[in-house]
């Protein structure tokens, strides 16, 4: 079976600092990862994707996400935070090829990130 | 931009009564998702739907719940008889590959009273 794990409810960032939200995955083949982001009352919002290549991924509002395979980390990060920014966030895996896995989107607990003025 | 959307927006209930939870996913998609999350809490999956046919479900999409594509734009789901822990926001999401990322809709608040 495969899971996501973001090991924090929440996190707080000064604006201008950099943020960091992690997570971390659990198959036992090859991920394709995500990271959605939720405004109050509304959907989610894709973000980012990995699937191959450069482990660096850069996605929507200048948030980037690093694949690590040793770690099986996959943390988003954006180099200087905006209050705007202050949303859930959620990471989900689906796992490809081999067996035990499935393609639909598995989805961490969710990080609060709180942006401070 | 295409979206996925929901409707109604909010939906208040009696228990024991049937819900039928509407979307439209976005046009070109072929694979369908319902999601449901509780108090903004985690996002739990409900069941996928590809090709006129469930391709997979959770252990809560249990004999109470059932989805329709009646025709070739709506995907519905449908609660038979409502329990006061049905109460969340449902989420509906189309994806136009199996492993691409799905797209939301902005989500149905059931209140079951």
């Known amino acids: 079976a495969q899971s996501v794990a973001q090991p924090e409810d929440q996190v707080n960032v000064a604006e201008g600092n950099p943020l960091t939200v992690k997570c971390t995955y659990s198959?036992?083949?090859?991920?394709?990862l995500f990271w959605y982001v939720q405004y109050p009352n509304r959907g989610l919002q894709f973000l980012l994707k990995y699937i191959t290549g450069d482990n660096l991924v850069k996605g929507s509002y200048g948030f980037e996400a690093e694949f690590n395979k040793s770690q099986t980390s996959f943390h988003l990060k954006k180099p200087s935070a905006l209050v705007s920014d202050s949303a859930l966030y959620f990471c989900?895996?689906?796992?490809?090829?081999?067996?035990?896995?499935?393609?639909?989107?598995?989805f961490g607990r969710g990080t609060s990130l709180i942006v401070h003025p | 931009e295409p979206e996925v959307t929901q409707t109604p927006s909010h939906q208040v209930t009696q228990m024991g009564q049937e819900v039928i939870l509407r979307c439209v996913p976005i046009s070109n998609h072929l694979y369908f998702y319902w999601y449901r999350q509780i108090l903004g809490q985690k996002v739990e999956f409900l069941v996928s739907f590809y090709n006129n046919e469930i391709s997979e479900k959770s252990e809560i999409f249990d004999d109470q719940f059932s989805v329709e594509r009646p025709d070739g734009s709506n995907f519905t789901l449908k609660i038979r008889s409502t329990k006061l822990e049905d109460s969340a926001m449902y989420f509906c999401a189309s994806s136009d590959l199996e492993e691409g990322e799905a797209f939301f809709g902005q989500g149905t608040r059931l209140t079951v009273v």
């Open positions: 198959v036992s083949g090859n991920p394709y």
């Open positions: 989900a895996v689906i796992k490809i090829g081999g067996t035990g896995g499935s393609y639909i989107p598995t």
